[in-house]
């Protein structure tokens, strides 16, 4: 009998992926540059550089309203790109993907359209104290303009959605629950599926803000159950002024427009207009079509790396720079959740943040050093500001080396 072994997952080939980056040859104050602000935003492959440029030198043109050849091509790359996204993150129908500018403006529109039909006064929305601004504000604006009220899931001391307390504040009031899949300043993954869970015995919607996740690890937004998920085109590998929001297709189709204009509408007199299918009654004037099609090649990379790879590879170095920055004196990390992505966010004692931040750029190494709009979660946390060194692909062990050097000689300025 031959017993076949599954084979071992192999490695991310870093010194490989690394060729794919221009950027990273770049050298800052002479030093090689170690690129750790991934959650700001990520660097761009090749492919990627390369598909924007192939657009705009041969395939130029408006979607959706020309007859010529250009139009025709642009109008296929665009929908290939929307097939693209629907793929990368398993939602059902690719009429379920909507091309915006990025995870905030994604925000904005559910907000703005399904909060308006569906939030009045009294309600309530559920967001958890880790959140970003950008899922804080779009609900508070709402919640200010109904009459209806923000309600925050507390946290850990470990940076741990509580979530006994989280599912106590579900109520008979609450419209809408909106968390982040991975948190951009403690790195916690959030338990989304129990969190949905939790959310859809009540009847209520949820909103993941999956800004920090897709670049990160695998995602199926049917696995998870979410009604909407939202992800920004820049910290995935593709350009800025794109972004991604998924909901269920019975949601959206039932859903207002968010903007008027054109290519949203079906027909237009001055007495009435009627609004066009999904996805494009979201899609207002002409859309960020080079965007699109860049964040479909960025996609395409990635999923040839295979993201449980890339997880796998990330896991590792957060390990490694987890353990490292342990031997430094007076450093404590911020975040230290039992499930975690690859972010690294510290203080360090008698210095801030900004300072670290500016020495380390001395030495090449690019960390970010703030509140990480993350007002409300730092004053959970009690400090003004962290350092925050934020991992990627194409990081490696190395590179973790590179920044503790720097935090040693960070420590000795301060000394
Ligand atoms: C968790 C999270 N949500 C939302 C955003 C907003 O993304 P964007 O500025 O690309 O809209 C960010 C950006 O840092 C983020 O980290």
Redesign the pocket.
Known sequence: MTVVASAPQAALDTAMIRQDFPILQRRIHGARLVYFDN???TQKPQAVIDRLQRYYRDENANVHRGVHTLSVEATGAYDAARERVRAFVNAADAREIVFV???????NLVAASYGRAHIGSGDEVVVSEM?????IVPWQMLCEEKGARLRVAPITDAGELQLEAFAQLLGPRTRMVAV??????LGTINPVEEIVRLAHQRGIPVLV????AVAHMPVNVQALGCDFY??????VLGP?GI?ILYGRAALLDAMPPYQGGGDMIRSVTFERTTYNDLPNKFEAGTPNIAGAVGLAAALEYLTSLDLERVAAHERDLLGYGTAALAEIDGLRLTGTAARKAAILAFVMRDVHPHDIGTILDREGVAIRAGH???QPLMARLGVPATARASLALYNTREEIDALVAALHTVRKVFA
Do not use: W
């Open positions: 959650a700001a935003t500018r990025g995870a905030t403006e994604a925000i959140e970003h601004h950008s899922n982040a899949h991975v948190s951009n300043a803000d999956g800004a920090q939202v992800f920004s085109g820049h910290k800025t972004g990480h709009c993350c």
